[in-house]
């Protein structure tokens, strides 16, 4: 179906309930809905927003549009949850409905204070040329969970120096003052990020550009997000423009992180180490992290890239988000792990010790399993595991000892997409000792690498009869032992 710009920006308000309930029931009939990830009830969805603990519950929202698999006029929708694992749909929590964010409310962050939920988000306007000039706003959400928007923007101008591409705005409190850093375009079509401070969460300051050594990286930077973890800066952004190098930067665009010294919020100098991707799958943008009521940082992200079709388009739905993950830092590496409160998803356990020689062998099965496995002894060249396979279907996870690199391969996994980009992806990885956690779900699958080191997020959609997991060796032989648990 072609969209024209008309059926992008038609309002949800303005939509025949049978139009709704019609579109609800082809969503519901698609073989590739998740069984334990957040995702849309209909249409669209892709940035993580507004994710906190406020009130005794996390509330995350998300963009939406609600009427079919395109990037249309974008609500903010709210899910909330006790343990971060079972979410509840809530409902819109942010409308479109304003002169400073008529053609969508655009992604963004929260805070409390004073005893309500701060949500800061960039509303984005279009006038009658289709030029976009973006807003900067803040809604508060009260304990019984009624939203307002103000009246006004808080933020009504971009800076000189910027393009309209100016949004994205993600706070933190530091002392008595807050803080907002903004993804921006410098005029001279590079991407950066810029900061504002505010005593109130209302009145905002213009403090000037965020100094990295990143001056020509990429066109835009969506999406920034800092925070202070074990002493350490960390910047999390999605720079969108970079060149595909060796392994790295094979997506259409990509997510990644610095870390460094905090940042100084009097000269704005972020001293830093190298970019890191924080993904190595084929689909993953746009991540927001949050503290949890302990402390942890808790990292979650879009399960999807913009301007790529996707197998589901076709059933009236696209994307989900993906399962939190804690962040650490080891030596200016950020390390992720599921977090522990997943382990409360397990059912029936299954485990399995076992030497393999030249050999593929299938141990288990199952469609949405948790999956933990570990390399005992191994002199093989290659060790992998096969999930949601079949004859003809089956995603590879492969450790190659002679590359000694973590190779994903999604070549055969079902209906392809995005094949433009590459149908591997691959990290470097020493051979010390080598441990694949899984999670799989009916369309995806996150692979976390020696507790957290490298991941791996990836949408797959294989037939529902392609089931089986199987392990194999090439090369010589390998020992390892494996959990699995159904979900």
Known sequence: MEWTKEMRYRRLEEIDINEMEELKKKVNNSEWRQSFHIQPETGLLNDPNGFCFFNGEYHLFYQWFPLGPVHGLKYWYHTKSQDLVTWENVGVGIKPNHDYDSHGAYSGSAIQHNDQLYLMYTGNTRDENWERHPYQVVAKMNNQGRITKPQQANITEVPSGYTDHFRDPKVWKSGDLFYAIIGAQRENLTGCAVLYKSDNLLDWTFLGEVKTQLNEFGYMWECPDYFELNDSGVFIFSPQGLEASGDDYQNIYQSGYIVGQKLDLQTKDFSHSRFNELDRGFDFYAPQTTLAQDGRRILVGWMGLPEIDYPTDQDGWA????????????????????????????????????????????????????????????????????????????????????????????????????????????CTMSDDHIKFHIFVDVSSVELFINDGEEVFTSRIFPKKESDEIRFFANGGPTTFYAEKWDI
């Open 319 to 426: 994307h989900c988000l993906t399962l939190p993950r804690e962040l650490t830092i080891k030596n200016e590496k950020l390390f992720q792990k599921p977090i522990i409160e997943l382990q409360k998803l397990r059912k029936s356990k299954q485990v399995v010790e076992a030497t393999l020689t030249n050999e593929t062998r299938k141990f288990f099965s199952g469609v949405t399993f948790e999956l933990i496995c570990e390399l005992k002894e191994y002199n093989s060249t290659q060790f992998g595991i096969e999930i949601r396979a079949s004859d003809d279907e089956h995603t590879s996870i492969m450790y190659d000892s002679i590359e000694k690199k973590i190779i994903v391969d999604r070549s055969k996994s079902g209906q392809s997409l995005a094949k433009e980009y590459g149908e591997q992806r691959k």
